[in-house]
C-alpha cells in the first residue's frame, strides 16, 4: 500500500512538473510573440502596451496548491490577468 502511494504521489509531482514546463513554454512563446508584434505595430502600440503592464497589481500574490485540474488552474490564471494582477505561485502540498 505505501509503495502504490508513493508511486502515486511521485506521478502527480511529475504531471505537475510536466504543467509547470509547459506553461513556461507557452509565457516564452507570448514574450516572442510580443516582440514580434511590436515590430509590426510599431511603437505607439508597444507603449501601450507596456502602460498597461505598469498598470497591473504586483501586491497581490494568488496561490495554487497543488491543482489537479489543469483547466482550473487556467481559468485561474485567465482570472488572475483579468483582474490586473501578476503573482502567481504553485506550491507543493508536501512541502507547504
Same mark, same amino acid.
Given at each position: 500500500?505505501?509503495?502504490y #502511494?508513493?508511486?502515486? #504521489?511521485?506521478d502527480?509531482?511529475?504531471?505537475e512538473e /510536466?504543467?509547470?514546463?509547459?506553461?513556461? &513554454? !507557452?509565457?516564452?512563446r *507570448?514574450? !516572442?510573440?510580443?516582440?514580434?508584434?511590436? #515590430?509590426l505595430?510599431? &511603437? !505607439?502600440?508597444?507603449?501601450?502596451?507596456?502602460?498597461?503592464? #505598469? !498598470?497591473?497589481? %504586483?501586491?497581490?500574490?494568488i496561490?495554487?496548491?497543488?491543482?489537479?485540474?489543469?483547466r %482550473?488552474?487556467?481559468t485561474?490564471?485567465r482570472?488572475?490577468?483579468? /483582474?490586473? *494582477?501578476?503573482?502567481?505561485e504553485?506550491?507543493d502540498?508536501?512541502?507547504?
Amino acid at each position: 500500500h505505501e509503495t502504490y #502511494q508513493s508511486d502515486a #504521489q511521485s506521478d502527480a509531482k511529475t504531471s505537475e512538473e /510536466f504543467a509547470a514546463k509547459k506553461v513556461m &513554454e !507557452r509565457l516564452e512563446r *507570448l514574450e !516572442r510573440l510580443a516582440c514580434v508584434l511590436a #515590430q509590426l505595430a510599431g &511603437e !505607439r502600440w508597444a507603449s501601450n502596451v507596456e502602460e498597461v503592464l #505598469q !498598470r497591473k497589481v %504586483n501586491s497581490v500574490a494568488i496561490v495554487l496548491e497543488r491543482p489537479c485540474n489543469l483547466r %482550473n488552474a487556467w481559468t485561474v490564471l485567465r482570472t488572475v490577468d483579468a /483582474f490586473g *494582477l501578476v503573482q502567481v505561485e504553485l506550491v507543493d502540498g508536501d512541502d507547504a
